[in-house]
């Protein structure tokens, strides 16, 4: 359970000597209890409250980091339950299982799809994140082999072992030193051997439990044999007990404060129909996964999977935003309608999604109003006529129209005027208010 | 060491919804928990897949789609019956598109005939959808709430604009009605105490938050409906504890990740797998985050939630 301020305050030396930055150790207990303070900033604190504090202080949910370079997954670190309270902090990763019992030119094509699964979208650039190797042939020595081609063909890119054996599992990660890989598959049976061979490989112990109890067993006991990287696993396969055991996961560590279970979860999404799949990883996002291991790298999966791993990920407290620029809808040719709107996300997929729709080819500016629609952006000064006529004029969009006319939306026609007056030569024409009303008001003028 | 499962129990419950009649009728709602927390609380009914019907030509859908009903579509009747019969539906939801005066502005009283006609045809339960036309919705509605007194249906959608005229039509006919506020937990709550100040039974109410679809604003309606249940459930919030609604078809379809050929986008894959995805994922997100009933077109998008549903159950 995290402490109060006033509980650190009684652990510090109070002597205000301000050498962490703060007026008082009153202030700065203050700034602990609210993590914006770490409390290696203290000098003079004791080894004891070091323990203490430093236990209490942890996130809630330990921080993991999976594989190294630019390729590195961040896993753990969340504060809340639901999306809207604060935002969603590490996106989870999603890992492809290669079984070790495929051939080796099926293995190697499985780990190309996922070296190619990569895509631009909104900006960002998203991928199959890791490879989950599983060792269902029983033998090390296939494995190893597996592990030694993923060290060739994909190097970079983040892996986990899955295994029971330990002597399998050390042969396995001997490819992988120093790639913070994940050990998955310690269970009651081989617990020791399997934490010694994470620890040697410096990996992150995979815990693989049948249930919460057994999990919150395991992970105290990996605990006593110095493990401190854990990803966990409560057994949960079909779609509601992932559900179930995510949500009493999530719940037990931040609002309980029950350390044991304060770890990223490993969620199996694998099906034979592929679609259902989708949707159980597509839970697995939602609702508190941070690794979600599939069956196969489809195109069309991963474009689903990684869309709405975007979506639940975004900052609720902070308007998703479009790039600011003129955006061609269609084939717009020199006597296609010109239209501007402002830069929130929802207005312009709206605003976007109807021009598409009633297949007039568009040209449609869309202006940084910091986030904010069209009624919102022009109350807070963001969508006036001198900001206006300033973008498009830098745009140099001109010499692209025959006319040089621009749709304004129905809920500024008020600036209409305004707006002729600083862009000489233009013909401001006043919208539709809302966006539903375009493809009629476009049918009509074509 | 024991884990000792820490349940969440709310004083707020979920109205139960009962629509259409005889031995196809359904009920939705009546849950004291967030959406498949059964684990913890009671969920006696299991989300309900209406099936989308129009009553003109649906031209603007996608080919994967509109290929699925090209047998049928161009008649509401036989649309209707085939989702029944032959996709196993367990509600229809017509939209009578061909009212909104750009696409061809049926009359109201021609658009009551075909609601009457589908009511005959089918067996389960109707949902009746105007076109989102906030003027000439409130004409057809009154209209077609006539035509469908008695049937258990649900009309919609009431809107700030016109729910007036439409509430009082549903009530007059003693019909359900969805009543959409777009994407604000207080909209929401507004829209609902305006509908039942006017008598309305609030029991009777059906909640669209407005839809959304996967990557076009997929977590506006997800945190709102999220935001909504939590509300109704912990806050014991009566205005908002009626069922709600994700019409998730006609955003899906409309959006360029249903539409692009593979050719255009080879990083996009497979067109027919990727547009029943994009619905499947949509729907089955809403249902997690708190709707009760969803509005659908694909009946493999519908096959998949389906399964996911039956999964869902522990």
């Known amino acids: ?446 | 060491m024991p884990f000792t499962p820490p349940k969440e129990s709310y004083n707020g419950k979920i109205f139960e919804l009962g629509l259409g009649n005889g031995e196809k009728a359904v009920a939705i709602g009546g849950e004291n928990v967030l959406s498949f927390h059964g684990f913890e609380g009671s969920t006696p009914r299991k989300p309900v897949i209406a099936l989308e019907v129009q009553d003109i030509v649906p031209d603007d859908w996608p080919q994967t789609v509109r290929e699925v009903y090209k047998d049928v579509y161009g008649d509401p009747v036989a649309w209707a019956v085939y989702c029944q019969d032959n996709l196993g539906a367990e509600a229809i939801a017509l939209r009578l598109a061909g009212t909104h005066p750009d696409r061809g502005d049926i009359s109201a009283e021609q658009a009551a005939e075909t609601v009457k006609k589908v009511l005959a045809a089918i067996k389960v339960p109707l949902i009746i959808l105007g076109s989102n036309h906030a003027e000439k919705d409130t004409a057809v509605l009154v209209k077609t709430a006539e035509a469908a007194k008695g049937s258990n249906c649900a009309i919609g959608k009431a809107q700030e604009a016109n729910y007036k005229t439409i509430a009082a039509a549903a009530m007059a006919n003693d019909l359900k009605l969805i009543a959409m506020s777009e994407l604000d937990i207080n909209l929401s709550k507004q829209l609902n105490i305006l509908i039942t100040q006017m008598g309305f039974d609030r029991e009777k109410l059906i909640t669209d938050p407005m839809c959304s679809a996967l990557s076009y604003g997929l977590e506006y309606t997800y945190s709102v409906m999220e935001r909504i249940k939590l509300a109704a459930l912990a806050q014991n919030d009566p205005v908002l504890q009626p069922p709600m609604l994700a019409d998730v078809g006609m955003y899906v379809w409309k959006v360029k990740e249903t539409q692009a050929p593979e050719a255009d986008l080879p990083e996009w894959g497979a067109l027919a797998e990727r547009g029943i995805a994009w619905e499947a994922v949509t729907a089955s997100s809403f249902l997690i985050s708190g709707a009760e009933l969803l509005i659908m077109r694909h009946p493999a998008a519908v096959e998949a939630v389906k399964k996911f549903i039956a999964e869902m159950e522990v």
């Open chain 1, 1 to 446: 359970m995290a402490l109060t301020g006033v509980e650190i305050f009684k652990m510090l030396p109070k002597t205000n000597c301000k050498k962490c930055g703060q007026p008082t150790c009153l202030a700065f207990a203050m700034k602990l209890a609210q993590r914006q303070a770490s409390l290696d900033q203290c000098p003079d604190v004791s080894e004891e409250a070091k323990q203490k504090l430093g236990e209490a202080s942890a996130p809630p949910i330990r921080p993991i980091k999976l594989g190294t370079g630019d390729k590195a997954v961040k896993m753990g670190e969340e504060t809340v339950l639901f999306r809207h309270e604060k935002k969603f902090v590490n996106p989870c990763a999603f890992a492809v299982k290669i079984e070790d019992t495929l051939t080796e030119a099926d293995a190697a094509k499985k780990m190309e799809e996922v070296l190619a699964s990569e895509i631009d979208r909104v900006g960002q650039k998203l991928r199959v994140d890791a490879l989950f190797l599983s060792n269902d042939s029983g033998d090390a020595a296939k494995l190893e082999a597996l592990a030694k081609l993923a060290a060739q063909k994909a190097p970079g890119v983040p892996v986990i072992i899955s295994t029971k054996n330990p002597d399998a599992a050390g042969a396995a990660l001997g490819h992988l030193s120093g790639q913070n890989a994940v050990l998955y598959g310690a269970d009651a049976g081989n617990l020791a051997g399997m934490a010694e061979k994470a620890k040697a490989a410096k990996a992150t112990l995979g815990i693989a439990a049948k249930n919460l109890d057994e999990l919150s067993d395991l992970t105290e006991k990996a605990k006593g044999l110095g493990i401190e990287d854990m990803v966990i696993d409560s057994g949960a396969r079909k779609a509601g007990e992932i559900l179930r055991d995510n949500t009493y996961i999530r719940r037990a560590a931040l609002k309980k404060g029950f350390k044991p279970v304060g770890y990223p979860v490993i969620n199996f999404a694998l099906r034979e129909d592929e679609m259902l799949e989708t949707l159980v990883a597509g839970l697995a996002v939602e609702k508190y996964g941070s690794i979600v291991v599939l069956g196969s790298v489809r195109k069309w999966k991963d474009l689903a999977l990684f869309s709405l791993r975007q979506n639940v990920y975004t900052d609720p407290q902070v308007p998703m935003q479009v790039q600011q620029k003129i955006y061609k809808i269609g084939e717009p040719g020199p006597k296609s309608p010109f239209l501007i709107t402002t830069n929130f996300s929802l207005t312009y997929f709206i605003v976007s999604g109807e021009i598409e729709n009633c297949k007039v080819p568009c040209r449609l500016a869309v202006m940084d109003s910091e986030g904010l629609s069209v009624l919102t952006a022009w109350a807070a000064g963001k969508f006036t006529a001198s900001k206006i006529s300033q973008f498009i004029t830098e745009s140099g969009i001109e010499g692209e129209l025959e006319q040089k006319e621009l749709i304004i939306p129905g809920y500024v026609a008020i600036l209409s005027g305004a707006i002729e007056d600083k862009l000489p030569g233009w013909k401001i024409t006043v919208g539709p208010r809302e966006a539903n009303g375009l493809p009629a008001f476009l049918k009509s003028r074509a």
